[in-house]
């Protein structure tokens, strides 16, 4: 085989090769998808735990503030029952201070626990609010998930049809060079077989390409690496 032939069956696999790349690029890009809806149904659930636990914080606080009024309640009934048993005005005073500071602090308990009903009311309407949110997005999450896995299986598709295409050129490709472009990929090139742009650079590392190895690509008798180690071609040969 010719040296120019072996580099037409290398760009060709190039070609092929880069076709994969895009369809795992593609491929990946709904994997993201996926995972990114999934993240957001995630932190939709979140939201909505931790606003019913804000609910409980105010009904547990409310729950408090009722117990707290009830023993005020006790107190009262307890100190106007002792009024009526003491004897001398000092103490029916005193215990009349008793409870007028009971009947103060249960009318500021009543104000608090008023005050927390409607943060109740209002919690109560977030989380409905929130839970509708949350249903939506996991019946929009379902079915884009499922467009999405449409795309990668049609993605999977594709990639095993190429990936025997690319299978049969390798074939193609005389030794060593059929090695030699796999060290390259498989180095983490994605470009193996560069093409010297119209500014004389590699296409794969950007450097320049020097008058004497562009005069030996165009003399199509040998196959010319570039110094990054790629394979060369100028666009004719394409
Ligand atoms: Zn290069």
Redesign the pocket.
């Known amino acids: 085989m010719e040296p120019y032939d072996i580099l037409k069956e290398l760009v060709e696999l190039q070609r092929l090769d880069s076709g994969l790349d895009d369809l795992e690029k593609h491929k990946k890009k709904f994997l993201n998808d996926i995972a990114a809806l999934d993240a957001n149904v995630k932190a939709s659930q979140n939201q909505l735990q931790s606003e019913k636990k804000k609910l409980e914080e105010l009904v547990k606080q409310r729950k408090t503030l009722e117990i707290e009024t009830g023993t005020l309640d006790s107190h009262i009934a307890k100190y106007i029952k002792q009024q009526n048993d003491v004897k001398n005005s000092e103490q029916v005073t005193a215990l009349g201070q008793e409870i007028e500071k009971s009947k103060l602090a249960k009318a500021q308990a009543e104000d608090k626990m008023m005050e927390i009903l409607l943060q109740e009311d209002e919690q109560k309407i977030v989380i409905k609010t929130t839970t509708q949110t949350l249903s939506d997005e996991e019946k929009k999450a379902v079915e884009d998930k499922a467009y999405a896995q449409t795309k990668i299986n049609d993605c999977d598709k594709a990639i095993e049809d190429k990936k025997q295409e690319r299978a049969a050129q390798l074939a193609k490709v005389e030794a060593p060079y059929d090695r030699g472009y796999e060290n390259i990929r498989n180095k983490g090139k994605k470009i193996a077989v ?1 093409q010297v742009s119209e500014d004389n650079m ?1 296409g ?4 320049n390409v020097a008058p004497q190895v562009l005069h030996d690509i165009r003399k199509k008798d040998a196959i010319i690496n ?5 394979y ?1 071609y100028i666009k004719e040969y394409a």
């Open positions: 560069a590699c794969g590392c950007n450097m570039c110094q990054c180690g790629r060369l």
